[in-house]
Structure formats: C-alpha cells, structure tokens
C-alpha cells in the first residue's frame, strides 16, 4: 500500500498551492481519502475528506471555504486546492486513506497514510 503526497511549498499569504496525492489503485478506488496536518508542537488536524466516488466532501472549520477537496478515480489521484492561504496553514500534511466509503475527521478511521508533504506559508 503505497500513498504519496506532493506539491509543497513556500508560498506568500494570500496565495495558492494544489497538493496531490497518488494512491495505489486497489488502496483507495472503493474507499474515502482524507487530507490532515501537524504543524509544529501541535496536534493533528482533519483537513478535508472525500467519499470513495467524489460524491461528497465535508472540510475542518479553519479551511472551509478556502480548500477544495477533489479526486479522480481514473488517475488514481486526490487533489487538494488551498486558497487564500494563511501563515497559520503552516503544516505537514498528510493524505489518508479511510478504513471506509464515505470517510471521517476522526484520524483513527484512517488506515494508510502517506509520507507528508511541507506547507509553509509566510506572512
């Protein structure tokens, strides 16, 4: 079971990073794919989630209305647009495939992660 994220960066507030994750075919096509992040000294925190056909998607207060969750079954691909990005989105994040369909902010239903990748955001 392999998950890989990308498209990190260092980005200015206010600007815009697309993450990807690429999940083995098998892993993730019957199941719901979660995006989470731990910025220094602190916890873990459920970013956003998508069902296992895309039909829904539910995102972490902080990021609703700025973050856009997507997937694509055919590419084996979950994305994550992060808008308006704030000094505060500084964090390792992480993509997660749920032990379930419809996923979770609950980082327990998670059953395979991928290495994270780093978002710095300066003010």
């Known amino acids: 079971v392999q998950l890989q994220a990308s498209g990190g960066g260092l980005v200015q507030a206010g600007g815009s990073l697309r993450l990807s994750c690429t999940t083995s075919r098998r892993t993730a096509s019957n199941n719901a794919v979660g995006w989470f992040r731990q910025a220094p000294g602190k916890e873990r925190e459920f970013v956003a989630a998508?069902?296992?056909?895309?039909?829904?998607?539910f995102y972490g207060d902080s990021v609703l209305g700025r973050f856009t969750i997507s997937r694509d079954n055919a590419k084996n691909t979950v994305s994550l647009q992060m808008n308006s990005l704030k000094p505060e989105d500084t964090a390792v994040y992480y993509c997660?495939?749920?032990?379930?369909?419809?996923?979770?902010?609950?980082?327990?239903?998670?059953?395979?992660w991928g290495r994270g990748t780093l978002v710095t955001v300066s003010s």
């Open positions: 997660a495939v749920s032990r379930g369909s419809y996923g979770s902010r609950l980082s327990s239903e998670y059953q395979y």
């Open positions: 998508i069902a296992w056909n895309g039909g829904s998607t």
